[in-house]
């Protein structure tokens, strides 16, 4: 004992003096080796100097009295527990040295191995290992790392030496190498640590020892070390803890080995031991790739009995960790070695297998089960995905990843000609200029859609989103040249139907037809996670669904109501959109009344089919929103239709279509977004309002009387005052209270404001009174809080992100500072002057987990996306409730990888290992 | 006396029971009669019975006893005091008999006149005032008047009876009936009355008197009382007072006569006493215009004692009233009498050289001179006028009143065309679908400007207004006939160099030349005045100014700093615009570079004329604001480009046009208003601010040098967040030190921020940290708010005011509740994390009155406007102070009427006082 106390904590068979508690004093590493060693795993034996005594040497300069007689036994200890003497030169003990921090610290140095190693030793090794090659390879290896670690050699003077030799022997691989050379090599190296540091490469390996500890505790004052520290605020003073662990080795003939392996599958989370083992070998073969690794369950039939050990050891360490394994082991003649241990990264697939699984297995909770699967990671599950395996290929160009998946297909270069192809059986991809709402039709056969223009949140993206489909908006390097109907694409020219391949995921573009793993979808497992999710949730998941199958997939997703229906997508249909543009262009009451007359029984058709879908959960009808003129066709259409009726010397058409144009470039709009259109459309044109309420009660009384519990909520958009809100709710209810006159029934309905525009948050206290529900949308909030439109802003915003003025497109995750304060200031107004109202999101923000979670902690009711994010918005609705609940939560969340790194062949992950074997 | 003491209250020479003090007991009519009467103005006596009488009537449905005792003694008082009796033959009493509330109630009965006529006593009249005519029809006047309002005979009873006669006579007008004539109407009513009420017209004057008060009584609970009182929200326990007057009149000869007067010219403001009269005569001779009065001053001939009287009588009236008086009075036989008097209504000329005359003659102080001109009413001052003299015109359309004032001139289509005929001498409207910024050159030129599209704050309004131009925006019946060139302006179609005149002040437009009134311009009387309101001010009027003439005009304007100099409107010059053009179209940053660089000496030299107009005043610029599209030609002028360039075979100039016109395209955005502008700009082209820091300082570098106090202030528009701010503070201060630095020289200039999105206000606080000061800018943050776009608005904002969704237009006044908000919020929070920050407004709303008033309250610093705007927002911010101080002073302001019905030829007037002749 001395003046810091204990200093040395050791870790073998007889003794284990460290636990899992004591990762202070031990760090990282220490403490795993010793938390194993006490599980009874089988781990290379060895002994941790603490930080105290670092911190001590870092205040005193100085090592604390006693630590070298500590140390000496320790060594002592060591050598009699494995039965092998430091400096031997027959049966030499050979040790690795590592750094392990309490924090993991990447600017520290990590490790060496092969201390132990001098002139005499290496051939004693070469005897045990069989290999003189193996043992000279090994020896140099010590010098060159020893010498620019601890007597900081510079790396290039050994660079420079391996070349010569290399050149000379005319072999470019190390492994080709021969003895000689090898020993050409040591020699070179041994010269140059004399000419360097005036002294011979020590060959005392107590001195090697003592030298490699000091270098640890030195390169915790290493500038890199420093500045991560600072970075990271993390204390000076914490200091860093040594490991000093026996080397074993895998390549002592066929009854040894290495591997590394996983407790459950990472890749589909399969509950069975999976992984690669290599007999003979070390981790250095496998990086080589001269000989291919066998399955671990080889090992059953091999070493029926070690594969015997090797399971039952990982599954302790499974349920010690309460967490899938990904573990490092050696077999050394016969004997059982783990190396390393920690939690796996897996699949989204496995992820989800696993937390459930572990959970039902009792293993771990619910709650954890659900905090272990990230939320945005579903979407790799529930969407196809471009397969890189066969290497990445070159991008043509890169825009917005505005909805997940990939896409491969054929280019259409217009809506109509997207149909055409896909009705000739062909799976498309739209490339346009950017998409309005006339693509409609197009859109909805086309398999993704790539723009040159637009945001995450432009038009094409977000019926991408509600669609499920794949697309990228705002691609830049794409233009097109009509005359010739072509695109080029970065340096490429595309014709319409040449392939085109969309990664949706990162946003990158490829010429022709990749390969394409197809989405796993929703599992048994899954369904079982979501199901604990909405059981957990304190804030609903809605869906937003335009059409009837929407609302069908929604019921399926277990949405527990519909937040969003855009009835304008309704008018979109051929036939209608006739009727829905002589309304527009009516010149009289009469005829304005008469076009909406053929289009009640339309909407009240769709109307009737959501009620029967989500029967008896609420349907949120948002009353029309676009400005008239995006129903109109556009100056052009109609200019080449005049020339044409002059051809033909059909001049009455030729008159009434002069007037059609005329009517369209009177109602163009220099900013239509913050134009005539949302709620402005009700107070001008009030017969629409009306034949949209009565459709949607009508189709609430035919379903009622079919048993059917219809909820309608019926939603204004657009609202900028209470006063609007007031005249706009009376309309309604006069409306409704007239048809139920009429029909002697009446049906229960609400009438609720979408909050879109800063002055309805500022107002909401004054608007809340007229209604029973709010809805936030966040999408034109957000628009209109910034001054940013959403489909231009994608010429500043990446330079925005990329100069980090912004941390995050606050089109995709809400800001809480300035849109989210409006949220909250809006929410307390409206619950204070109508305590009972129901307050929703219905913007894009709502399928964004980091969103859900700061939408939770205001207090909304539900969260209301497109369909295809319903199982993302459930979990992130389950994960918001649990970490309100305990904040730490939030490191449980395991990290998830893409399910191709999931395989053993993994290069970056055995380059780690080498060093350890 | 009685229950409710005193009833009655007499005036007249001998005795006045009332004062000015006693309105809630008299009434507003016997409360001024009583007055006068106490002033010793020679008023016809009479007396009053009291609200309280009546309140005990509605309450008892009796009137107190004692009541009658009270008024007999009241009608013998007057019988003596005027020297005849009521129902004497020869020399008969005519009474008056009207309402008065405490507070003008115009649901009430009003008067009835000549009570006290009947069979016998009308021949006493016919004798006195020498006019059978005369008499017949006075009496027949009592009884139609009479029976309609107390007896409840229909009206229509004696219209037909009066029609039927008028057509047996075959006379059209009543003053053309024959004696005969008249004796039968007269026959005629009283046979009516016999038939409707059973009953012969009341004979009895005392019944006549006693019936008419009961009517007046009774009218307090009319249907259109009831529910005026309910509208105004007054009382329904207040009751009326009843009035009783002796008639005078003035056609009883030579020396009898009827006049309406002011004690000041109510045109001019000249301090003369000013009006019109008639002798012999009453006031249906005006009415009727079958005589033309002569001026008031012709009685300084004929009668000069009584005009002596006159002046002094009225120049007492306005001495106590402490106002300009509107009088009308009666000269019966060669006796003045008072009517009524009341303040005058003036032209806004007549308001401020009579408010600052009586200031200056100790009539009233300062404070009260300025609260008594609307400021509003300047701008009537300020701009021409069109001449209605002869008649109001048929308009062609009406539009946005977007800036005051009129126009007459020449049609041109376009801003080039504009500029080509003014260049030729020509008077010139630019009439054009809508203006760009592009059009700047044309507008300069031009006399007015009328567009097809936008709002009272699109782009023409808003330039409009800088120039104190006419302008009439958002025209909706214009439409533009591109290949004829030709416009139909409603109905009428119209060539380039047509005729048109433009009312700014109403937003009609007229077709041919109307003849046009010049502006009076500011005079030392209005110089005074708003001298005046400068001293009061706690609010700085600032201007804005984007050219050396608008400094000019604003240091000559009194504006206390420059609070918006927008750069970007120098950049239009044409030589400057190639620049420009190439600046932003180059590929690389050399190019970029090497034009700024030809851009920063313009600047620069701007800047500099900037600087000396208003040492030592603050000059703010704003950075770069406007979309670089708005800069580059448009895709139809490159594409004919492109097209004559190809047809010259010039192909390398074909190439290079096209990829600019891709690069346009590229640009195009689809909401340009929330858009890549703003600081936008500033972040993803430094350059641009650098060049322009550069010029701002290097400017300020050479006035220092000359002598010139120059105060630079660097604004950055359309921030949106904190950490925008800091790094273009920082940005700006970098190039300022490296300026510095080369130079060896500094000056002192300042970093502030434009609040123009909800989200810098809500945010306000942390950016408050980083700048010296910040502006609102109103027009921006309104249409971010509200989600309007000023220029779209037209189409549902008309139909908002109209349908009272909104009380005004909130891009003239602003918004309290929503903008205000906000604005209030920013306050706070800014001075809270920099307790010296400087508070600015410089949106549009910086000229309007009710505006400034808020901004005063809310503690802004100044506001600034256009320098034609600067004497409105002047007299604005003393009256917000004022105001501010004595919120009840608001009823102070006199109502100003247009000049032109300042003139005695006002039927409606006449009408009023015909009732008391």
Redesign the interface.
């Known amino acids: 004992m001395n003046l810091v106390g204990k200093c040395i904590y050791r870790f073998g068979k007889d003794s284990v003096e460290g636990d899992g508690s004591m990762r202070e004093l031990l760090g990282g590493k220490g403490v795993g080796l010793a938390e194993m060693t006490r599980l009874g795993v089988p781990v290379p034996p060895g002994f941790t100097l603490a930080t105290n005594v670092c911190r001590y040497w870092l205040d005193q300069k100085t090592y604390p009295k006693g630590l070298q007689r500590e140390m000496d036994d320790a060594v002592r200890w060591l050598e009699i527990e494995v039965g092998s003497r430091l400096g031997d030169p027959v049966e030499p003990l050979l040790l690795s040295v590592r750094s392990g921090a309490p924090i993991s610290m990447p600017g520290m140095m990590d490790t060496i191995l092969n201390i132990g190693l001098n002139d005499k030793c290496v051939l004693g090794l070469a005897e045990r290992s069989g290999s003189m090659r193996f043992a000279l390879d090994s020896y140099r290896r010590l010098i060159q790392m020893f010498s620019i670690v601890v007597l900081e050699v510079s790396k290039h003077r050994f660079d420079r030496a391996l070349d010569e030799i290399r050149s000379s022997e005319r072999v470019l691989e190390d492994s080709a190498l021969s003895v000689d050379a090898l020993e050409t090599i040591v020699r070179s190296f041994k010269s140059i640590v004399l000419e360097v540091t005036g002294k011979p490469f020590p060959q005392d390996p107590h001195e090697q020892l003592r030298l490699a500890i000091d270098a640890v505790f030195n390169s915790w004052n290493s500038p890199r070390a420093k500045c991560y520290r600072k970075l990271e605020g993390i204390s000076e003073s914490l200091g860093t803890a040594v490991t000093v662990q026996t080397m074993v080795f895998g390549n002592r003939g066929e009854n040894s080995g290495t591997g590394v392996g996983f407790t459950r599958n990472p890749s589909t989370g399969e509950p069975n031991i999976f992984g690669e083992f290599l007999f003979n070998a070390q981790g250095e073969d496998i990086v080589a790739g001269t000989r291919t690794p066998v399955a671990i369950a080889e090992l059953s039939k091999r070493m029926p009995e070690l594969f015997e050990e090797l399971v039952s050891v990982t599954t302790t360490l499974e349920r010690h960790y309460r967490d899938v394994q990904e573990f490092e082991f050696t077999i050394e003649d016969g004997k059982l070695f783990l190396l390393q241990t920690r939690s796996a990264k897996r699949s989204a697939l496995a992820a989800v297998r696993t937390s459930v699984d572990m959970a039902s297995e009792g293993l771990i909770t619910r709650s954890e089960a659900l905090l272990r699967v990230k939320p945005a990671s579903l979407t790799e599950m529930l969407a196809p995905q471009l397969n890189f395996s066969d290497g990445d290929p070159q991008s043509l160009t890169t825009g917005f990843a505005a909805s997940p998946g990939a896409a491969v297909g054929l280019i259409a270069f217009s809506a109509n000609e997207a149909v055409v192809m896909a009705a000739a059986g062909k799976t498309v991809i739209l490339v346009t200029e950017?998409t309005t709402a006339d693509d409609i039709h197009g859109m909805a056969v086309a398999t993704g859609f790539l723009t040159?223009r637009g945001g995450a949140t432009s038009h094409a993206a977000v019926v991408a989103r509600g669609l499920g489909k794949c697309c990228i908006t705002g691609a830049?390097d794409i233009?097109h040249d009509l005359t010739s109907g072509t695109a080029r694409i970065g340096s490429e020219t595309f014709h319409s139907g040449d392939w085109l391949s969309l990664d949706g995921s990162t946003g990158r573009v490829f010429a022709g037809r990749l390969p394409l793993k197809a989405a796993v979808g929703t599992n048994h497992y899954l369904q079982t996670l979501l199901d604990w999710a909405i059981e957990e949730s304190s804030i609903e998941v809605w869906a937003n669904a335009d059409t009837p199958e929407d609302a069908a997939r929604a019921r399926t997703g277990n949405a527990a109501g519909i937040g969003l229906c855009r009835t304008e997508h309704m008018f979109f249909d051929p036939k209608r959109l006739n009727h829905m543009r002589a309304m527009i262009l009516a010149n009289n009451e009469l005829d304005r009344s008469a076009a909406l007359d053929e289009l009640l029984p339309m909407q009240q058709h769709d109307f009737e089919e959501l009620f029967r879908s989500m029967s008896p959960l609420p349907v949120t009808i948002r009353l029309l929103d676009p400005p008239l003129h995006e129903f109109l066709p556009s100056v052009e259409e109609v200019t080449s239709e005049i020339a044409a009726a002059r051809r033909e010397e059909n001049w009455d058409a030729a008159i009434q279509l002069e007037t059609v144009r005329?009517r369209i470039e009177?109602?163009r709009?220099?900013?239509?977004?913050?134009?005539?259109r949302g709620c402005?459309l009700s107070?001008?044109y009030p017969d629409i309002l009306r034949m949209q309420v009565r459709a949607i009660l009508q189709a609430a009384l035919v379903t009622a009387g079919e048993g059917f519990a219809p909820v309608p909520e019926i939603m204004v958009p657009?609202i900028?005052?209470e006063?609007?809100m007031k005249?706009l709710a009376e309309a309604i209810h006069e409306t409704a209270s007239s048809l139920f006159a009429e029909r002697q029934q009446t049906v229960p309905y609400s009438v609720g404001a979408m909050i879109?525009?800063?002055?309805a948050a500022?107002?909401a206290g004054r608007i809340a009174k007229h209604i029973s529900f709010l809805s936030f949308g966040t999408n034109?909030l957000t628009?209109?809080?910034?001054?940013?439109?959403r489909?231009?802003?994608r010429?500043?915003l990446d330079?925005?992100l990329k100069?980090?003025?912004?941390a995050a497109d606050p089109f995709i995750t809400i800001?809480e500072?300035?849109?989210g304060?409006?949220m909250k200031f809006a929410i307390g107004a409206a619950q204070e002057t109508n305590p009972g109202i129901k307050i929703g999101v219905c913007g894009e923000h709502g399928g964004d987990p980091e969103s859900i979670r700061f939408f939770s902690s205001l207090g909304v009711d539900y969260v209301s996306c497109s369909t295809a994010r319903l199982p993302v918005a459930q979990l992130a609705a389950g994960h918001a409730k649990l970490r309100s609940e305990a904040p730490s939560c939030v490191s449980l969340e395991c990290s998830t990888v893409p399910a191709e790194t999931g395989s053993v062949a993994n290069v970056e992950r055995l380059e780690e290992r080498s060093h350890s074997v």
């Open positions: 950017e040159a830049k233009s005329r009177t109602m709009e220099s900013n239509p977004m913050m134009g005539h402005r107070l001008t657009l900028s005052s006063e609007e005249v879109e525009l800063p002055r500022i107002c034109d628009q209109m809080t910034y001054g940013f439109s489909d231009d802003s010429s500043y330079e925005y100069q980090e003025i912004f800001d500072e300035g849109v304060s409006l």
